[in-house]
């Protein structure tokens, strides 16, 4: 018998068609009409359609990830449900399939879909996305192991993926650990995998936790103003592995003092952000303070795992935590 899938619209580029009296794509298209689209889904699995928005992935906020997340859980605990596909515009993909990894507990594959290019291009790519999506949510050797970002023939795990161009459809890489699999035809090929954290499920996300981005000669009245706004947690991100400009520790210092938690992430790509220059400002003497180390996460998925662990604990000891388990996979 043939899987049962959900698909989950929410709209973005895959969603969107040109409009030329605005000059520009727009969102245009039903999950149901995404889904009408590829004929071929038909000989992999049952399909249901829910309709939960239909905006540009930019307009996404945290609450909206939240009852997105909600509303797969519910989907997943239906008996007569294999898998979830989400389709998802690509601009904050990498944050809301963040998002439920954390969030869900680790069971029925949970896929992620998006595309570089509408349905109007001369060669869409994602038609091609959700079909490998399906047969990804379809395989029994993809339960257990957390959301996944299904794109351009490649599966990642939702922890470990970014965007990182902005207009290829080779876009989504894991830079520290490459893709869990692949999708070729009708087979998948998969790669040993790694235990999922805890899930985080809080009722209610904290206040604020803003990103500050650090760079050279900053101006330190914006550090000032993070200050004033009284955040409940806050992610810098800065150089190599974790490091910071040496005046900008006070403000750092003065944060701590008023019990904001701060993570440092990295503005580079790949690797690992660690407590390994002991300089002022270096991320040894940051840690010694009390800041987190990101570790492999950037700085958008520091603020989503941020979030989600405020919303359950403001523990600093408890929330590294949250941050070691992400570090390295573990067979």
């Not at 239906?78 to 998002?99: K, M, N, P, W």
């Not at 949970?110 to 395989?139: E, K, Q, W």
Request: glycine share 10%; proline share 7%.
């Amino acid at each position: 018998m043939r899987p049962r899938l959900v698909v989950v619209s929410t709209g973005g580029t895959i969603a969107m068609r040109y409009d030329p009296k605005k000059k520009g794509d727009v969102p245009a298209v039903t999950g149901q009409e995404l889904v009408e689209a590829v004929p071929a889904l038909t000989g992999i699995a049952s399909l249901d359609v829910v309709e939960f928005s239909n905006i540009p992935s930019f307009h996404m906020t945290p609450e909206d990830m939240l009852r997105l997340a909600r509303e797969v859980d519910a989907l997943r605990n239906r008996a007569d449900v294999d898998g979830i596909i989400v389709t998802h515009g690509t601009d904050t993909l990498e944050e809301s399939a963040f998002f439920l990894d954390r969030y869900l507990p680790s069971g029925k594959p949970v896929c992620f879909a998006g595309a570089m290019r509408t349905g109007g291009h001369a060669a869409p790519d994602g038609p091609y996305n959700i079909l490998s999506a399906a047969r990804a949510a379809s395989s029994p050797a993809l339960h257990g192991q957390g959301v996944l970002v299904v794109m351009n023939g490649e599966i990642h795990a939702a922890r470990y993926v970014t965007k990182t161009h902005t207009s290829s459809v080779a876009t989504f890489a894991s830079p520290l650990w490459g893709p869990l699999g692949y999708v070729e035809d009708d087979t998948i090929l998969v790669r040993p995998f790694c235990s999922c954290p805890a899930p985080l499920r809080p009722q209610h996300l904290p206040g604020a936790v803003p990103i500050l981005k650090i760079y050279t000669g900053m101006d330190l009245a914006l550090l000032e103003a993070v200050c004033n706004m009284k955040p409940a947690g806050l992610v810098l991100e800065g150089f190599g592995r974790g490091n910071f400009p040496a005046d900008i520790v006070p403000w750092i210092r003065q944060l701590l003092a008023e019990g904001v938690i701060v993570v440092a992430a990295s503005r580079v790509p790949a690797g690992r952000t660690l407590g390994l220059y002991a300089a002022e400002g270096g991320g040894a003497h940051l840690h010694n303070l009390g800041v987190i180390c990101s570790n492999q996460l950037n700085s958008q998925k520091s603020r989503i795992l941020l979030l989600l662990a405020l919303g359950l604990n403001r523990d600093r000891e408890w929330i590294a935590g949250c941050f070691r388990e992400n570090e390295v996979p573990q067979n």
